[in-house]
């Protein structure tokens, strides 16, 4: 069963509960809660496509597949950035799609995009909908209508290739469809975002996805060897060997587009055995600037775990590495989480343990490890509950050089703090390493002003700009979407922009794939 997320929160609604005692506590602390009115159901706009128009969608693929009922509509608004989430509270769901249309194959995705294209209709290919940065706010304006191109049907493992090891799956699988359907075989993707629960493998390719455990499997567009897709002009067969010099990489040139240059339709990824065994603890460093170059001396020695992450001295104060106890009991300094995945855990665990204790590390044993993995999925829908209580919260990530990190981390956040002002808490952790860099992922927490969605899009606006200004990337994983656009142009430079536009204009030369998104 496909577990769909409400359209002003996040995922199942069964898991939703109000704010915890001790995180109340520590917000009243800082913040300070407000009781908000409850939210009525938002109505939203009738669909806008004439009669003969779903009509003939319907004659693509069928009856049942094309649906226009204002539940499933609903469903298929926007995704999951606080910005979106904020607008449906407000009872702003004008972005609705005129109609859901659920392709079963390949070839009904084709079939639908020369349908929108004599028809001009724009296209927007949704996975799990988890988006958190405007990826699916296209632009109506100049289209006879908008189509969410729902992909859950194409759901399946299509292929094992166990003297490779690589896989071909459908791009609508869901994280743990995808998982389950490889454990049978004995295989892991290892791909596990905090999205993972309702993220799709077309969504991970499509947005370049990071996980918990890159550090040890890699990216997700590491994982990639092959893709077909269906564009507007026709069929893309992209992965013939491993590797190859046959010219730029286009796999590359679709990892990361966001539905603009065409609707991935499967993907082949590298997999590989389930892990025999799994070992999770935790550390503590004194400073934030110590922890992480411990981690530098990880990276460049060929030695990391599976799973690294590092909270600074903010984040960890309010136990915000276990997720399973916010605002609990925490510790000093700043808490390093390691995961060991695999074979030979007690002698990688070693090899690492030596290097953190060198470092200036202090082992803190494996309670702390293993609440955070298994409390990973669950900072979301605090978020929901922190909204409910007046406090406005959202999170953003960059990546630097590591001669760069304290440089970019300090400007970040100084830039949060001036925007959001008095009271607002600024965290932050490294949560993807790099023998030349890494990760900076923050989260904040403030009262919310009398315009809350103003509030957040000011202060993301400054410190997008201390991103770029501080020699950083707009986004390490999370996309360009719509929201990340106006800086995409200063971190790629013209002729970068001149590439992605003459791309688009290649292959979706009548622009109606995901119109507005990523391309400036």
């Not at 159901?41 to 128009?53: D, E, F, H, Y």
């Not at 539940?71 to 005129?98: M, N, Q, V």
């Not at 286009?250 to 240059?261: H, N, P």
Request: aromatic share 4%.
């Amino acid at each position: 069963m496909i577990l769909e997320m409400h359209p002003q929160r996040w995922g199942d609604p069964a898991h939703a509960a109000p704010l915890p005692e001790s995180v109340k506590g520590l917000v009243d602390a800082f913040i300070g809660t407000r009781d908000t009115p409850a939210v009525d159901q938002v109505r939203i706009p009738a669909p806008g496509l004439s009669a003969s128009l779903l009509d003939g969608l319907r004659a693509l693929v069928g009856e049942d597949e094309v649906l226009t009922d204002e539940a499933t509509r609903r469903l298929r608004t926007r995704g999951k950035s606080t910005p979106d989430l904020l607008r449906a509270r407000a009872g702003d769901l004008a972005d609705a799609p005129d109609a859901v249309v659920r392709p079963g194959s390949h070839e009904d995705v084709e079939a639908l995009l020369a349908w929108a294209v004599e028809h001009r209709v724009a296209m927007v290919p949704f996975g799990g909908g988890t988006s958190v940065t405007g990826g699916l706010a296209a632009r109506r304006d100049g289209f006879a209508g908008l189509i969410s191109l729902d992909l859950v049907r194409l759901d399946r493992l299509l292929s094992v290739d166990p003297v490779s090891m690589t896989a071909v799956l459908q791009p609508g699988m869901r994280g743990p469809a995808a998982e389950a359907a490889l454990a049978e075989h004995g295989l892991t993707l290892g791909h596990f975002p905090q999205s993972f629960e309702y993220a799709s493998i077309g969504g991970f390719a499509a947005t370049r996805s990071s996980g918990q455990s890159s550090a040890g499997f890699g990216r997700f567009d590491d994982m990639v060897v092959g893709l077909r897709v269906a564009t507007p002009i026709g069929e893309l067969v992209l992965g013939s060997s491993p590797a190859n010099a046959a010219g730029p990489d286009l796999r590359q040139a679709v990892l990361g587009s966001e539905g603009t240059l065409g609707v991935i339709t499967e993907v082949t990824v590298r997999v590989r055995p389930v892990a025999a065994e799994k070992a999770y603890e935790a550390w503590s460093f004194a400073t934030f600037a110590d922890g992480a170059e411990a981690m530098r001396t990880l990276a460049q020695s060929g030695g990391l775990p599976t799973v690294i992450r590092l909270s600074d001295e903010a984040e960890t104060m309010v136990n915000l590495a276990s997720q399973s106890d916010i605002g609990g009991e925490g510790v000093t300094g700043c808490v390093l989480i390691v995961g060991h995945e695999g074979a030979s855990v007690a002698a990688r665990r070693a090899e690492v343990a030596a290097v953190l204790e060198a470092g200036g590390g202090t082992n803190l044993g494996e309670e702390r490890g293993l609440a955070w993995a298994e409390g990973r999925f669950h900072a979301p829908y605090l978020r929901d509950s922190m909204l409910d209580a007046g406090v406005l919260v959202e999170t953003l990530e960059t990546a630097t050089f590591w001669s760069n990190r304290e440089r970019l981390y300090g400007a970040v956040k100084s830039a949060l703090e001036s925007s959001l002002g008095e009271g607002a808490l600024v965290l932050c952790h490294i949560s993807h390493v790099y023998e030349t860099g890494c990760s900076l992922y923050f989260t904040v927490a403030a009262r919310q002003a009398e315009d809350p969605l103003v509030q957040w899009l000011a202060a993301k606006a400054a410190a997008s700009d201390a991103m770029i200004e501080s020699g950083g990337t707009i986004t390490h994983h999370h996309a360009v979407g719509t929201d990340h656009k106006p800086w995409l142009t200063r971190e790629i430079g013209p002729v970068g922009v001149a590439m992605l536009q003459g791309l688009k204009g290649a292959v979706d030369p009548t622009g109606v794939l995901n119109p507005g998104v990523l391309i400036p």
